[in-house]
Protein backbone atom coordinates (compact mmCIF):
# COMPACT_ATOMS: atom_id res chain seq x y z
CA UNK A 1 0.00 0.00 0.00
CA UNK A 2 1.68 3.42 -0.63
CA UNK A 3 1.53 5.51 2.35
CA UNK A 4 2.64 8.65 0.62
CA UNK A 5 -0.43 11.28 0.30
CA UNK A 6 -0.49 15.00 -0.58
CA UNK A 7 0.19 17.37 2.32
CA UNK A 8 -1.54 20.57 1.47
CA UNK A 9 -3.51 22.25 4.79
CA UNK A 10 -2.64 19.21 7.19
CA UNK A 11 -2.63 20.13 10.61
CA UNK A 12 -2.71 17.88 13.57
CA UNK A 13 -6.12 18.22 15.43
CA UNK A 14 -6.20 17.42 19.53
CA UNK A 15 -5.71 14.06 19.02
CA UNK A 16 -7.31 10.97 18.22
CA UNK A 17 -9.44 9.22 20.67
CA UNK A 18 -7.25 5.79 22.16
CA UNK A 19 -9.77 4.71 24.53
CA UNK A 20 -13.88 3.90 24.88
CA UNK A 21 -14.13 5.71 27.63
CA UNK A 22 -12.81 8.68 26.40
CA UNK A 23 -14.54 8.07 23.29
CA UNK A 24 -18.24 8.47 25.61
CA UNK A 25 -16.84 11.02 27.50
CA UNK A 26 -15.59 13.22 24.54
CA UNK A 27 -19.16 12.64 22.58
CA UNK A 28 -21.19 13.74 25.54
CA UNK A 29 -18.83 16.94 26.04
CA UNK A 30 -18.96 17.86 21.83
CA UNK A 31 -22.41 17.23 21.02
CA UNK A 32 -24.38 18.07 24.72
CA UNK A 33 -27.75 18.84 23.56
CA UNK A 34 -27.85 16.56 20.51
CA UNK A 35 -31.87 15.94 18.53
CA UNK A 36 -31.62 12.69 19.82
CA UNK A 37 -29.61 11.33 23.03
CA UNK A 38 -26.06 9.36 22.32
CA UNK A 39 -27.71 6.33 23.67
CA UNK A 40 -30.61 6.76 21.63
CA UNK A 41 -28.25 6.53 17.84
CA UNK A 42 -27.39 2.79 16.39
CA UNK A 43 -30.86 1.35 18.82
CA UNK A 44 -31.54 -1.38 16.75
CA UNK A 45 -34.11 -3.10 18.90
CA UNK A 46 -36.51 0.44 18.69
CA UNK A 47 -36.93 -1.02 14.82
CA UNK A 48 -37.87 2.31 14.29
CA UNK A 49 -37.05 1.28 10.12
CA UNK A 50 -38.89 -2.82 9.78
CA UNK A 51 -36.17 -3.11 6.94
CA UNK A 52 -33.02 -2.68 8.99
CA UNK A 53 -33.70 -6.00 10.74
CA UNK A 54 -34.57 -7.52 7.64
CA UNK A 55 -31.42 -6.26 6.00
CA UNK A 56 -29.19 -7.89 8.68
CA UNK A 57 -30.55 -11.16 8.23
CA UNK A 58 -29.88 -11.64 4.81
CA UNK A 59 -26.25 -9.67 5.73
CA UNK A 60 -25.44 -11.90 8.17
CA UNK A 61 -26.66 -15.01 6.30
CA UNK A 62 -25.05 -14.59 3.03
CA UNK A 63 -21.11 -12.90 4.39
CA UNK A 64 -18.98 -16.22 4.31
CA UNK A 65 -15.65 -16.46 3.78
CA UNK A 66 -16.00 -17.76 -0.07
CA UNK A 67 -18.49 -14.85 -0.46
CA UNK A 68 -15.63 -11.91 0.46
CA UNK A 69 -13.21 -13.80 -1.72
CA UNK A 70 -15.56 -13.69 -4.68
CA UNK A 71 -16.65 -10.17 -4.65
CA UNK A 72 -13.11 -8.62 -4.01
CA UNK A 73 -12.08 -10.77 -6.84
CA UNK A 74 -14.84 -9.62 -9.27
CA UNK A 75 -14.42 -5.32 -7.83
CA UNK A 76 -11.18 -4.81 -6.82
CA UNK A 77 -9.56 -4.89 -10.37
CA UNK A 78 -11.33 -1.56 -10.49
CA UNK A 79 -12.39 -1.64 -14.26
CA UNK A 80 -16.10 -1.45 -13.67
CA UNK A 81 -16.24 2.03 -14.73
CA UNK A 82 -13.91 5.35 -14.16
CA UNK A 83 -16.23 8.43 -13.18
CA UNK A 84 -15.06 11.88 -11.36
CA UNK A 85 -15.80 11.90 -7.37
CA UNK A 86 -18.88 14.32 -7.79
CA UNK A 87 -20.45 11.72 -10.44
CA UNK A 88 -20.64 9.10 -7.26
CA UNK A 89 -21.93 11.55 -4.94
CA UNK A 90 -24.53 12.75 -7.47
CA UNK A 91 -25.70 9.11 -7.81
CA UNK A 92 -25.50 8.94 -3.62
CA UNK A 93 -28.56 11.51 -4.02
CA UNK A 94 -30.67 8.04 -4.98
CA UNK A 95 -29.63 5.85 -1.71
CA UNK A 96 -30.90 5.83 1.40
CA UNK A 97 -29.28 3.38 3.85
CA UNK A 98 -31.30 0.30 4.54
CA UNK A 99 -29.00 -0.81 7.40
CA UNK A 100 -29.49 2.47 9.56
CA UNK A 101 -31.62 3.35 11.65
CA UNK A 102 -30.61 6.78 12.14
CA UNK A 103 -31.70 8.70 9.37
CA UNK A 104 -33.82 8.71 5.97
CA UNK A 105 -31.79 11.18 4.34
CA UNK A 106 -30.19 10.22 0.67
CA UNK A 107 -26.17 9.99 1.11
CA UNK A 108 -25.25 12.84 -0.38
CA UNK A 109 -27.10 14.84 2.50
CA UNK A 110 -25.42 12.45 5.26
CA UNK A 111 -21.93 12.86 3.97
CA UNK A 112 -22.37 16.47 3.84
CA UNK A 113 -23.71 16.73 7.02
CA UNK A 114 -20.15 14.84 8.25
CA UNK A 115 -18.20 16.83 6.70
CA UNK A 116 -19.53 20.60 7.41
CA UNK A 117 -19.42 19.57 11.02
CA UNK A 118 -15.66 18.18 10.77
CA UNK A 119 -14.97 21.72 9.23
CA UNK A 120 -17.01 23.97 11.59
CA UNK A 121 -14.46 22.11 14.25
CA UNK A 122 -11.67 23.12 12.25
CA UNK A 123 -9.79 19.97 11.45
CA UNK A 124 -7.59 19.50 8.36
CA UNK A 125 -8.81 19.73 5.06
CA UNK A 126 -7.79 16.02 4.12
CA UNK A 127 -10.19 15.24 7.83
CA UNK A 128 -12.90 17.96 6.10
CA UNK A 129 -12.30 15.40 2.45
CA UNK A 130 -13.06 12.25 4.56
CA UNK A 131 -16.26 12.54 5.61
CA UNK A 132 -17.58 13.69 2.16
CA UNK A 133 -16.29 10.51 0.40
CA UNK A 134 -16.49 8.18 3.54
CA UNK A 135 -19.42 6.35 2.02
CA UNK A 136 -18.99 6.27 -1.97
CA UNK A 137 -18.24 3.10 -1.87
CA UNK A 138 -21.89 2.66 -1.78
CA UNK A 139 -21.92 3.15 -5.48
CA UNK A 140 -21.42 -0.61 -5.87
CA UNK A 141 -24.84 -0.39 -5.92
CA UNK A 142 -24.76 0.97 -9.51
CA UNK A 143 -23.73 -1.97 -10.83
CA UNK A 144 -26.37 -4.07 -9.39
CA UNK A 145 -25.18 -4.93 -5.85
CA UNK A 146 -27.85 -5.36 -3.62
CA UNK A 147 -27.81 -3.58 0.13
CA UNK A 148 -26.38 -6.25 1.82
CA UNK A 149 -23.54 -6.77 -0.24
CA UNK A 150 -23.04 -2.92 0.41
CA UNK A 151 -23.66 -1.35 3.85
CA UNK A 152 -24.20 -2.34 7.62
CA UNK A 153 -21.62 -2.70 9.89
CA UNK A 154 -18.49 -4.64 9.05
CA UNK A 155 -16.48 -7.64 10.75
CA UNK A 156 -14.21 -10.44 10.29
CA UNK A 157 -14.86 -13.08 8.01
CA UNK A 158 -12.86 -16.87 8.54
CA UNK A 159 -12.71 -16.73 12.48
CA UNK A 160 -15.17 -16.77 15.31
CA UNK A 161 -18.22 -14.19 15.10
CA UNK A 162 -17.96 -11.89 17.98
CA UNK A 163 -20.96 -11.49 19.56
CA UNK A 164 -20.78 -7.47 19.92
CA UNK A 165 -21.68 -7.39 16.28
CA UNK A 166 -25.44 -6.17 15.65
CA UNK A 167 -27.92 -8.90 15.56
CA UNK A 168 -25.25 -11.14 15.83
CA UNK A 169 -28.25 -13.92 16.47
CA UNK A 170 -28.35 -14.16 12.89
CA UNK A 171 -25.08 -15.45 12.46
CA UNK A 172 -26.19 -18.71 13.12
CA UNK A 173 -27.67 -18.89 9.79
CA UNK A 174 -24.16 -18.27 8.69
CA UNK A 175 -22.65 -21.14 6.63
CA UNK A 176 -19.20 -20.27 8.33
CA UNK A 177 -20.30 -20.67 11.46
CA UNK A 178 -20.29 -24.76 10.97
CA UNK A 179 -16.67 -24.54 9.60
CA UNK A 180 -14.57 -25.74 12.51
CA UNK A 181 -11.24 -23.74 11.01
CA UNK A 182 -13.31 -20.65 11.84
CA UNK A 183 -14.63 -20.90 15.14
CA UNK A 184 -11.35 -19.90 17.06
CA UNK A 185 -10.77 -16.08 17.77
CA UNK A 186 -8.40 -15.82 15.18
CA UNK A 187 -9.42 -18.59 13.00
CA UNK A 188 -7.24 -18.45 9.86
CA UNK A 189 -5.40 -15.64 10.89
CA UNK A 190 -2.27 -15.65 13.37
CA UNK A 191 -2.28 -13.39 16.50
CA UNK A 192 -1.55 -10.11 15.68
CA UNK A 193 -1.32 -10.42 12.29
CA UNK A 194 -2.90 -6.84 11.85
CA UNK A 195 -6.21 -6.11 9.78
CA UNK A 196 -4.12 -5.81 6.44
CA UNK A 197 -4.02 -9.44 6.47
CA UNK A 198 -7.79 -10.09 7.48
CA UNK A 199 -10.72 -10.15 5.16
CA UNK A 200 -13.57 -8.35 6.26
CA UNK A 201 -16.98 -8.66 5.48
CA UNK A 202 -17.77 -7.24 2.02
CA UNK A 203 -19.29 -3.93 1.54
CA UNK A 204 -18.69 0.21 0.74
CA UNK A 205 -15.55 0.46 3.06
CA UNK A 206 -13.00 -1.80 1.70
CA UNK A 207 -14.01 -1.03 -1.92
CA UNK A 208 -14.00 2.79 -1.23
CA UNK A 209 -10.14 2.27 0.54
CA UNK A 210 -9.17 0.30 -2.75
CA UNK A 211 -10.53 3.36 -5.27
CA UNK A 212 -8.64 5.90 -2.59
CA UNK A 213 -5.53 4.77 -1.45
CA UNK A 214 -2.93 6.08 -2.85
CA UNK A 215 -4.44 9.61 -2.14
CA UNK A 216 -5.19 9.84 1.23
CA UNK A 217 -3.47 10.03 4.75
CA UNK A 218 -3.34 6.69 6.20
CA UNK A 219 -5.24 8.07 9.30
CA UNK A 220 -7.77 9.01 6.45
CA UNK A 221 -7.96 5.90 4.95
CA UNK A 222 -8.35 3.65 8.41
CA UNK A 223 -11.33 6.19 8.61
CA UNK A 224 -12.96 5.03 5.27
CA UNK A 225 -11.84 1.11 5.29
CA UNK A 226 -12.62 0.18 9.22
CA UNK A 227 -15.81 3.25 9.82
CA UNK A 228 -18.26 0.11 9.81
CA UNK A 229 -16.05 -1.90 12.04
CA UNK A 230 -18.17 -1.00 15.27
CA UNK A 231 -17.56 -4.10 16.69
CA UNK A 232 -13.88 -3.41 17.23
CA UNK A 233 -13.53 0.84 17.13
CA UNK A 234 -17.20 1.04 19.59
CA UNK A 235 -17.26 -2.20 21.30
CA UNK A 236 -13.37 -3.05 22.06
CA UNK A 237 -14.14 -6.59 19.78
CA UNK A 238 -11.17 -8.81 17.45
CA UNK A 239 -7.86 -6.84 19.50
CA UNK A 240 -6.56 -10.65 18.93
CA UNK A 241 -6.51 -9.91 15.12
CA UNK A 242 -4.41 -5.96 15.50
CA UNK A 243 -1.09 -5.44 15.58
CA UNK A 244 0.03 -1.88 17.23
CA UNK A 245 -0.61 0.18 13.75
CA UNK A 246 -3.92 -0.57 13.94
CA UNK A 247 -4.00 0.14 17.90
CA UNK A 248 -2.82 3.22 17.03
CA UNK A 249 -4.97 4.40 14.09
CA UNK A 250 -8.25 3.00 15.28
CA UNK A 251 -8.27 6.20 17.65
CA UNK A 252 -8.55 8.24 14.25
CA UNK A 253 -11.48 5.73 13.55
CA UNK A 254 -13.09 6.75 16.77
CA UNK A 255 -12.52 10.19 15.84
CA UNK A 256 -14.19 10.26 12.74
CA UNK A 257 -17.28 7.79 14.16
CA UNK A 258 -18.50 10.66 16.21
CA UNK A 259 -19.12 12.69 13.21
CA UNK A 260 -20.30 10.16 11.10
CA UNK A 261 -22.72 8.78 13.74
CA UNK A 262 -23.68 12.22 15.53
CA UNK A 263 -24.48 14.46 12.96
CA UNK A 264 -27.44 12.77 11.01
CA UNK A 265 -30.53 14.57 11.67
CA UNK A 266 -33.49 16.25 9.63
CA UNK A 267 -31.76 19.41 8.93
CA UNK A 268 -31.32 19.26 5.46
CA UNK A 269 -27.50 20.89 3.89
CA UNK A 270 -27.75 22.86 0.66
CA UNK A 271 -26.09 20.67 -1.85
CA UNK A 272 -26.00 23.11 -4.72
CA UNK A 273 -24.03 25.93 -2.08
CA UNK A 274 -21.76 23.78 -0.52
CA UNK A 275 -20.88 22.29 -3.93
CA UNK A 276 -17.63 24.90 -4.87
CA UNK A 277 -15.85 24.35 -1.83
CA UNK A 278 -16.27 20.70 -2.29
CA UNK A 279 -15.54 20.52 -5.75
CA UNK A 280 -12.11 22.48 -4.83
CA UNK A 281 -11.46 20.74 -1.84
CA UNK A 282 -11.68 17.22 -4.04
CA UNK A 283 -9.39 18.75 -6.44
CA UNK A 284 -6.70 19.28 -4.28
CA UNK A 285 -6.17 15.66 -3.16
CA UNK A 286 -7.83 13.42 -5.91
CA UNK A 287 -7.35 13.32 -9.65
CA UNK A 288 -10.19 14.23 -11.61
CA UNK A 289 -11.74 10.89 -13.00
CA UNK A 290 -11.74 7.86 -10.50
CA UNK A 291 -10.78 4.27 -11.52
CA UNK A 292 -14.34 1.77 -9.88
Avoid at 185 to 190: K, L, S
Amino acid sequence: MSETYPQSGRTEPAGPLDDLEQWDDDVRRRYPEPEKKAEEFRDYRAEARPEVKEFYRLHHRHQTVDFVRAKRAEFLPLAKRRMSPWEALEFLNTLVDDSDPDTALPQIEHLLQTSEAIRRDGHPRWFVLTGLLHDLGKVLCLFGEPQWAVVGDTYPVGCAFSDKIVFAEFLADNPDSLATEYQTPCGIYATGCGLDEVLMSWGHDEYLYHVVRDYLPLEALYMIRYHSFYPAHREGAYQELMNDRDRHYFGWVREFNRYDLYTKSAERPDVAALRPYYEDLIAEFLPPVLAW
